[in-house]
């Protein structure tokens, strides 16, 4: 039962006056509002102590065998000096480099962030849901992500725009290069070169500027096209929505983080920031998406490796083929239809539609648009009172 409201000590030691005098414990113990088991409790303290004996002793344990040692706590300040992480990554580190000590859990190294001041509040924000769905990222090399890291001056005040590449499963960083332009020309060598050591992903996510995407016509950019004829399905995040690529993102914020707060001098020391940024952030941080360990654990080159020219587009014998002459244009049932003037010399192919009515052209094995049969013109997508019903029903059981 909890004592009256009253001062703590002083009821306590009415307690002890009024037993003394004679009055029996129940009564007394009853009048105070606490049980005989209290009443004892306090009158053998004071048999023991005195009167320091009726003070509230402290709860903490007399000893402490998972108290954090001196030598660990120094060790989790300096990781975070270093590396400005949190309290998962640090522990994830410890884990991974330290196994022959005891490692604290992470709430207790939040603790000591914090009792340190090393720990500033960041505030949550709500993230937009896609409706359409993406492709997942769910072994390595199913997807790759690629972006442009926005635009910077180095110290001698050249314009540097970092042209960066992930795994979307591991999360590894595969490509972070200075580039002083985003042009089709810029960025081919570093596809390549990413190619050729990783080999060939299934799908490359990517927002819609150039020279990833195109303004004109279907949307289609030069490079769309050379990744389309390597097998490479090109997947455009909605305009508006990086929170679609924000795996990719986050990275970014990181890179960000520890290579440009300044800018280097020049672009040769920031392209060394970034080397040197690359390998930390593949073989030593630890990820929270990944259990806290680096993304180089996780990731596999694939398995699709680089062909040593860029080979043909080739369709299956039940396709209906049609070359696109140089200016974007074909001709269809005697017509000349315009499609996009980036597939000049290429060929496209035509397969059923969802109805009767239209068509889907094909590049390779990517869908670009659809031919209306009915006026004879090219629509990028199909109207919204179209039903996308299945041109080969499964037969029911």
């Not at 954090?68 to 990554?89: C, F, I, Q, S, T």
């Not at 795994?167 to 050729?196: I, M, N």
């Not at 920031?273 to 941080?285: G, L, Q, T, V, W």
């Not at 009915?374 to 009172?385: A, D, F, I, S, T």
Request: hydrophobic fraction near 35%; charge should be positive; glycine fraction near 8%.
């Amino acid at each position: 039962m909890p004592w009256k409201e009253t001062c703590v000590v002083d009821a306590r030691m009415d307690l002890i006056v009024r037993v003394r005098e004679g009055e029996s414990v129940s009564v007394v113990a009853q009048d105070l509002g606490i049980s005989r088991v209290t009443a004892h409790k306090w009158l053998g303290r004071f048999r023991v102590d005195g009167p320091s004996g009726l003070c509230d002793q402290s709860r903490a344990p007399h000893t402490q065998p998972d108290r954090v040692n001196g030598a660990m706590v120094e060790r989790v300040l300096v990781l975070r000096d270093r590396y400005a992480w949190g309290a998962a990554k640090i522990r994830g580190w410890l884990l991974m480099n330290r196994p022959q000590d005891k490692i604290p859990a992470a709430s207790t190294i939040g603790a000591i962030l914090k009792a340190h001041g090393c720990t500033t509040p960041r505030r949550r924000r709500r993230v937009a849901q896609r409706t359409a769905p993406l492709t997942p990222c769910d072994v390595p090399n199913r997807v790759w992500c690629a972006d442009f890291k926005g635009w910077f001056h180095t110290g001698d005040g050249l314009h540097c725009e970092p042209l960066t590449m992930t795994d979307g499963y591991s999360r590894y960083l595969l490509c972070c290069q200075t580039l002083g332009r985003t042009t089709h020309d810029a960025v081919v060598p570093f596809f390549e070169s990413a190619f050729k050591h990783y080999g060939l992903p299934d799908t490359i996510r990517t927002d819609n500027g150039v020279p990833f995407a195109s303004t004109r016509g279907l949307g289609l950019s030069r490079l769309a096209v050379m990744w389309i004829k390597y097998g490479i399905t090109p997947e455009r995040i909605r305009p508006g929505k990086p929170q679609e690529n924000g795996r990719h993102e986050r990275m970014h914020r990181t890179l960000k983080e520890h290579t440009l707060q300044p800018p280097a001098k020049t672009i040769l020391k920031q392209q060394q920031r970034f080397d040197i940024f690359r390998e930390h952030y593949n073989h030593e941080r630890p990820h929270q998406a990944l259990n806290q360990q680096p993304p180089a654990r996780h990731y596999s080159p694939s398995l699709r490796s680089m062909p040593a020219r860029l080979p043909p587009i080739e369709y299956p014998d039940d396709c209906q083929k049609y070359k696109v002459f140089d200016k974007g244009s074909f001709r269809w049932n005697h017509q000349l239809l315009h499609l996009t003037g980036v597939l000049g010399g290429e060929y496209i192919a035509t397969l059923p539609g969802p109805t009767e009515r239209y068509l889907s052209i094909y590049f390779g094995h990517v869908p670009i648009a659809f031919i209306d049969t009915k006026y004879v013109r090219v629509l990028h997508k199909l109207p919204k009172n179209v039903q996308r019903e299945k041109t080969n029903k499964e037969p029911k059981s």
